[in-house]
T-cell receptor, first 116, second 110 residues
Framework: SAVISQKPSRDICQRGTSLTIQCQVD?????MFWYRQQPGQSLTLIAT?????????ESGFVIDKFPISRPNLTFSTLTVSNMSPEDSSIYLC?????????????FGPGTRLTVL | GENVEQHPSTLSVQEGDSAVIKCTYS??????FPWYKQELGKGPQLIID?????GEKKDQRIAVTLNKTAKHFSLHITETQPEDSAVYFC?????????FGPGTSLSVIP
């Protein structure tokens, strides 16, 4: 399976500021995803990021708040904009293994964000 | 859309005993059911999965069963060890969307 890294691993930010999270994969992948995991909760899909096209956002998430870049097949960024304490969560990127028939997803280690 | 329920929310077992986590899903079109293990401070790790054309799959101490008619699937861990302590998430995939259950926090007591 793909090896996925995220930067930063954690951060503490002031409200009103923005943070950009990076996701790097050790192999080329078509599908990359960004999830949010609020404290003690399950995973919620924010958006799907495909190279060469605009990200597709899930209901409740908008591009102005969570802009995403996908410049190539091994890298993506998620920005959390104009942060508030409610944005305190773990943000996870995942990739889909395109070699397989079904949608196996593999996750990065996550970015733990605290907004004061 | 798909909805995945998971029970129990917390589970505590003695080391060496078995643990069972059950999930139900709502969309009959779902055809792939992965299970993830998330240890504290880490991302979810895919531990086993099952396709809709299979009723059971086993990998060492871990097994998963699927009942498509009843729309439920279960994770079975035998001979539990302290390192099995983690949060486990089931998921169902329908039309390229992966929907996760709310999670089960498993504690294995030495």
């Amino acid at each position: 399976s793909a090896v996925i890294s995220q930067k930063p691993s954690r951060d503490i930010c002031q409200r009103g500021t923005s943070l950009t999270i990076q996701c790097q994969v050790d192999s080329q992948v078509t599908m990359m995803f960004w999830y949010r995991q609020q404290p003690g909760q399950s995973l919620t899909l924010i958006a799907t990021a495909n190279q060469g096209s605009e990200a597709t956002y899930e209901s409740g998430f908008v591009i102005d708040k969570f802009p995403i870049s996908r410049p190539n097949l091994t890298f993506s960024t998620l920005t959390v904009s104009n942060m508030s304490p409610e944005d305190s969560s773990i943000y996870l990127c995942s990739v889909e293994d395109g070699q397989r028939t079904y949608n196996e997803q593999f996750f990065g280690p996550g970015t733990r964000l605290t907004v004061l | 859309g798909e909805n995945v329920e998971q029970h129990p929310s917390t589970l505590s077992v003695q080391e060496g005993d078995s643990a069972v986590i059950k999930c139900t899903y709502s969309d009959s079109a779902s055809n792939y059911f992965p299970w993830y293990k998330q240890e504290l401070g880490k991302g979810p790790q895919l531990i086993i999965d099952i396709r809709s054309n299979v009723g059971e799959k086993k990998d060492q101490r871990i097994a998963v069963t699927l009942n498509k008619t009843a729309k439920h699937f279960s994770l079975h861990i035998t001979e539990t060890q302290p390192e099995d302590s983690a949060v486990y998430f089931c998921a169902a995939t329908s039309y390229d969307k992966v929907i996760f259950g709310p999670g089960t926090s498993l504690s294995v007591i030495p």
